[in-house]
């Protein structure tokens, strides 16, 4: 990075831990989160979603089956969703044991739980609001805990925390209710699109399937909600060789399940 910087060349793509360090320890839980930290990588994307007696719990599907024992511990109360199971309940369930022996015992993290143990490590968020219309309101009661845990002062506003979805209304919402915080809308829009979605998004965040070094520089010209430039970050790059192909597109950032990977291909 020292070297690309001292030539004038872009620096390297910024490596966020997508759902943690996932390739290394269970998804979206507080060992994924620490899983990263040791691996020295500042921000961790996770997925937020909502119980039946709305609390704000950190799980990527709408079921609880791939992730966790729900099947075992409920049986018959299939489809195991999410949002028909208490917070109370889910805390029971074993969110480690798929992943490997060694986590059995690791829990589904309330927002949070969530949120003091990435300030704990001193470590960065990118929040994704899954299934928003799942959850009519959650953008709403997502910023209540984040203020609620000291996540919207100024200087995690500025530099520590990026709310992202597939949901175009809900980063709406987000911008609306906060336009101080910084958001990111997941997808690649077509580029005649772009200006609409720069009213209210800072960052377009799309899969790497569908990336181009043109499409990247057509989003970059634009400026985002808060007068800078549009950042792209794409998902889910596991392989060095997929990492550097898209540094070379010019990507602001790279959402990947092993960051060390990533950061090593792309330095
Ligand atoms: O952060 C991007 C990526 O997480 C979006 O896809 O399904 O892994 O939440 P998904
Ligand atoms: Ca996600």
Excluded: C, M
């Excluded at 199971?85 to 969110?95: K, N, Q, R």
């Excluded at 001193?122 to 299934?131: A, F, T």
């Excluded at 794409?234 to 950032?253: E, H, L, R, Y």
Aim: no cysteine; glycine share 8%.
């Amino acid at each position: 990075a020292a070297q690309a910087q001292a030539s004038g060349a872009q620096d390297s793509p910024v490596v966020y831990a997508h759902r943690g360090a996932s390739a290394y320890a269970p998804e979206n839980t507080l060992a994924a989160v620490d899983a990263a930290d040791d691996l020295g990588i500042a921000w961790v994307e996770n997925d937020v979603q909502r119980t039946k007696d709305g609390v704000l719990v950190v799980v990527h599907d709408t079921t609880l089956s791939r992730t966790t024992d729900a099947e075992e511990v409920f049986p018959g109360r299939a489809p195991w969703a999410v949002k028909d199971f208490t917070a109370a309940e889910i805390a029971e369930l074993d969110a480690g044991s798929w992943f490997g022996a060694g986590f059995a015992g690791a829990r589904v993290p309330t927002l949070s739980q969530y949120l003091d143990r990435v300030e704990r490590n001193r470590q960065k968020l990118l929040l994704e609001i899954k299934s928003p219309q799942t959850y009519p309101g959650i953008e709403r009661e997502i910023l209540r805990v984040l203020r609620q845990e000291g996540w919207l002062d100024r200087g995690h506003v500025k530099h520590r925390l990026v709310i992202q979805s597939f949901g175009a209304e809900s980063v709406k919402n987000v911008h609306v209710l906060r336009p101080d915080v910084v958001t990111g809308f997941l997808g690649t829009p077509a580029v005649a699109d772009l200006p609409s979605y720069a009213a209210f998004t800072d960052q377009i965040n799309p899969s790497h399937t569908t990336l181009s070094a043109g499409y990247v520089a057509a989003v970059q010209k634009l400026k985002g909600a808060h007068g800078k430039p549009l950042r792209v970050n794409t998902w889910t790059v596991n392989d060095a060789a997929k990492a550097a192909q898209v540094a070379g597109f010019g990507v602001d950032g790279i959402i990947t399940d092993k960051p060390d990977t990533v950061r090593d291909a792309t330095r």
